[in-house]
């Protein structure tokens, strides 16, 4: 038996709170959290299913210049879509530059406003 049972959340390190709100709640459509406790920093609590994403607004200690143009060979989020038809006109519209995934699925990669390398993936047997 694995002494891990599930992944909970992920935090990612953003300069501004509500820049990244509207990347991840407004663009992305992920709900907010109420019960944040007071941690002394701005920040957010994100549901993606039965875990979340914690944006947490506080000084960055790695670069956000340099990266790979390709977020497949960065350190990244992985997060599954329902309709990825969808996410690729909301990107397209918010003017947002993506690179598909070079492993022949139907994903993409794109950046949130730190730099933060995010892959998205059409959910098998989804409206893709």
């Given at each position: 038996?694995?002494?891990i049972s599930?992944?909970?959340?992920?935090?990612?390190?953003?300069?501004?709170?509500?820049?990244?709100?509207?990347?991840?709640?407004d663009?992305?459509?992920?709900?907010?959290?109420?019960?944040?406790?007071?941690?002394?920093?701005?920040?957010?609590?994100?549901?993606?299913?039965?875990?979340?994403?914690?944006?947490?607004e506080?000084?960055?200690?790695?670069?956000?210049?340099?990266?790979?143009?390709?977020?497949?060979?960065?350190?990244?989020?992985?997060?599954?879509?329902s309709?990825?038809?969808?996410?690729?006109q909301?990107?397209?519209?918010?003017?947002?530059?993506?690179?598909?995934?070079?492993?022949g699925?139907?994903?993409?990669?794109?950046?949130?406003p730190d730099?933060?390398?995010?892959?998205?993936?059409?959910?098998?047997?989804?409206?893709?």
């Amino acid at each position: 038996m694995a002494l891990i049972s599930a992944l909970h959340h992920v935090s990612l390190i953003v300069a501004d709170t509500e820049t990244s709100l509207r990347f991840y709640r407004d663009l992305l459509g992920l709900p907010v959290r109420p019960d944040r406790p007071k941690l002394g920093f701005p920040g957010a609590w994100l549901d993606l299913g039965s875990q979340q994403i914690h944006l947490l607004e506080l000084p960055n200690p790695d670069a956000v210049t340099g990266r790979p143009e390709h977020g497949g060979r960065d350190r990244h989020l992985a997060l599954l879509v329902s309709d990825f038809d969808v996410v690729v006109q909301r990107l397209e519209a918010a003017g947002l530059r993506y690179t598909l995934s070079r492993s022949g699925r139907r994903a993409l990669f794109c950046r949130d406003p730190d730099g933060n390398a995010v892959e998205l993936i059409a959910r098998a047997g989804g409206s893709d």
